[in-house]
C-alpha cells in the first residue's frame, strides 16, 4: 500500500550486508541474506544491496557469483516456481560442498577472474581492492522463493538465533556496547530525539541504552545480599516489623506476575519464561558488564573497538542437545563470561547453605529469623534455583555442551572462595 501511494517519493536506499569469516559465517547463509533483501518490496532502481566481505574470501565470493547466475536463471523461471526452488536448493548443496571442502573448484575458478583476485598472495583481509560482482534478481522471484509471496502457502522466511550460550552471550556483548554508545553520544534518543520524536518514545529508546550500565545494579544484587547472608548481615528491612519491606515485596512481586502474565499472553510457555529470566541475569552479569567495559575504555582511549563474529555454525550434537533444551555451554570454552557465570552460580548456593547452617548453628527463633534474613533468603534461593542447569552443566553432565573443568576450577578456587574467605574473615 505505502509502495503504490508513494512508489515515486521514496528515497534511494543502499543496503550493507557484512562478513569475515566464512567458517563462522557459512556463505550459503551470508548470501541467502542478500537475497532476502533484495525480496523488499521496494522500486528496483532505487534499492542497491552491497555485500561487504572483510575476509575477502574466495568462498564467499564463489556464493556470490552462484546467486548472480542463478539470479539470470530465475529470470527466466519466474513462472515456474517448482523448477526454479529446485535450482536454489542444487545452487545451494553446491555452494556447501564448496566450504566443506574450503577451496573452490579449478574449472569454476576459470569463469572469472575475481577468484584468483581473493587467491592472491598479496591480497589480505585488510588491503585488498574491491571485487565485484553483481547481482540482479526481481523481488518477485525473491519473494516467491523465500515464501513472501501473497500466492505461495509456503513458510515465511525464519531468522538464524543463536542456539549456544557463548553465541548469545557474544551478541549481546555487541548490543550492549552499540546501544550504549549511542547513548554516550550526541545522538542519544533523549537530545537527538528532542522535538521529534515524543518523550515516552525517546524513554523507551533509552533502555536499551542503559543494557550495560544496569549490569551495576544486577551484580550488586547477585553477590551482595548473598554474602550478607554469609556473613549473617540483614540488608532489606524485617518482614514482619517493617513497613518498608512492603515496598520490596511489591516492586518484587509486581514485576514478575506482570512478566510473566506477558509471556503466557504471548504463548510463551511457564519454563520459557523461567529460562528467559536465567538468561537475563546471565546476560547481564557478563555480556553487557564487558560492553560497558569495552565503551568506556575505548572512550578513554584504553582500548581500542574490537570485532568479534558470532558464529552461526552448529554440529548436529549441538543441534540435538538445541532441541532437548539443554543449555550448550561449550566443553572446550574458557571464555571469562562462563568464569562469571559459574562464580555467581557457586556463590549464590554457598551463601545460602551457609546461611541455613548459620540459622541451624544459631538456635535462633524461626520468626525471627525471618524476619530479619526473609528477603535475602528469597533472593539466594531464586538465584540458586535459576542456576540448576549450571550446576548440572558442573558437576551432572557428560557431554559436550557441559562446562568445561578449568571454568569450574577457576571460578571456585579463582573467584567464590577466596571472596567467601576474605567477607567472613575481614569485613
Not at 528515497?11 to 566464512?22: E, S
Not at 509486581?254 to 546471565?282: C, D, F, K
Request: charged share 15%.
Amino acid at each position: 500500500m505505502v509502495l503504490s501511494r508513494l512508489g515515486d517519493k521514496l528515497p534511494c536506499v543502499d543496503i550493507f550486508v557484512c562478513t569475515a569469516d566464512p567458517r563462522s559465517e557459512p556463505p550459503s547463509l551470508v548470501v541467502s541474506a542478500v537475497l532476502s533483501v533484495m525480496a523488499y518490496s521496494y522500486p528496483a532502481d532505487k534499492l542497491s544491496v552491497y555485500l561487504s566481505d572483510d575476509g575477502c574470501s574466495a568462498l564467499t565470493f564463489y556464493a556470490l557469483w552462484e546467486r548472480s547466475r542463478f539470479a539470470k536463471l530465475a529470470a527466466i523461471l519466474q513462472e515456474t516456481q517448482h523448477r526454479a526452488e529446485e535450482s536454489y536448493k542444487e545452487m545451494t548443496e553446491r555452494i556447501d560442498s564448496a566450504a566443506l571442502l574450503g577451496k573452490v573448484p579449478e574449472e569454476i575458478k576459470a569463469m572469472h577472474k575475481g577468484f584468483y583476485e581473493c587467491d592472491s598472495s598479496e591480497v589480505t583481509s585488510q588491503n585488498h581492492q574491491p571485487i565485484i560482482q553483481v547481482v540482479y534478481l526481481s523481488s518477485l522471484v525473491a519473494q516467491t522463493l523465500l515464501g513472501l509471496a501473497p500466492t505461495t502457502l509456503a513458510p515465511n522466511l525464519l531468522g538464524l538465533a543463536p542456539t549456544t550460550l557463548a553465541q548469545t552471550l557474544l551478541q549481546h556483548r555487541r548490543f550492549g556496547e552499540g546501544n550504549f554508545s549511542i547513548l554516550l553520544s550526541r545522538y542519544c534518543s533523549v537530545l537527538f530525539g528532542h522535538g521529534k520524536i515524543e518523550l515516552p518514545l525517546q524513554l523507551g529508546y533509552c533502555i536499551y541504552g542503559l543494557w550495560a550500565p544496569s549490569s551495576l545494579p544486577t551484580l550488586y544484587y547477585v553477590i551482595v545480599p548473598s554474602l550478607g547472608l554469609l556473613k549473617g548481615i540483614p540488608l532489606f528491612p524485617e518482614v514482619i516489623t517493617s513497613p518498608w519491606s512492603i515496598t520490596f515485596v511489591y516492586v518484587s512481586a509486581a514485576t514478575y506476575i506482570y512478566s510473566l502474565y506477558e509471556a503466557l499472553g504471548s504463548g510463551v510457555s511457564l519454563r520459557g519464561w523461567w529460562n528467559g529470566q536465567r538468561m537475563w541475569i546471565i546476560k547481564r552479569t557478563t555480556s553487557y558488564l564487558f560492553a560497558m567495559i569495552d565503551t568506556v575504555s575505548r572512550l578513554l582511549g584504553l582500548s581500542a573497538m574490537a570485532f568479534a563474529i558470532t558464529p552461526k555454525v552448529t554440529d548436529e550434537d549441538q543441534s540435538r542437545r538445541y532441541e532437548q533444551e539443554l543449555m550448550e555451554f561449550g566443553a572446550s570454552s574458557t571464555s571469562p563470561e562462563l568464569v562469571i557465570v559459574a562464580a555467581t552460580a557457586l556463590l549464590s548456593l554457598v551463601c545460602l547453605a551457609g546461611g541455613l547452617s548459620r540459622v541451624v548453628a544459631s538456635g535462633c527463633g524461626s520468626t525471627s529469623c525471618l524476619s530479619a534474613f526473609g528477603l535475602q533468603f528469597v533472593l539466594c534461593g531464586a538465584l540458586a534455583a535459576a542456576n540448576v542447569p549450571v550446576y548440572e552443566a558442573m558437576l551432572l553432565r557428560k557431554d559436550r555442551g557441559r562446562m568445561a573443568f578449568g571454568v569450574s576450577v577457576a571460578a571456585c578456587f579463582g573467584l567464590v572462595l577466596p571472596a567467601c574467605l576474605i567477607w567472613v574473615n575481614v569485613f
